[in-house]
């Protein structure tokens, strides 16, 4: 869910549900490395909800296509290391 500003796309929070500190960690991590983000944060309301707001502000571009661009980024670096894994994996057994 967005909750973001009709007048300025650049600013907005997502809300993720069934989510935690693991997804809302890496998609700021990632979100931080563009430099089109000025800033991004996030924030659990409570314990036991389980939900993570996430506050992106960009230099302009609307911040959906920014999150969508981070997440892109992040599932690559996931596959990347999938595929480390399976190479450690190979390794590992030929000795």
Known sequence: MEHGSLNDPSKATFSFVDEDHTLANSVRFCLNQDPRVSVCGYSIPHPSDARVNIRIQTTGDPAREVLKDG?????????HVTILQKCWKEELSSF
């Open 71 to 79: 997440c892109q980024n992040l599932m690559l670096m996931c596959q």
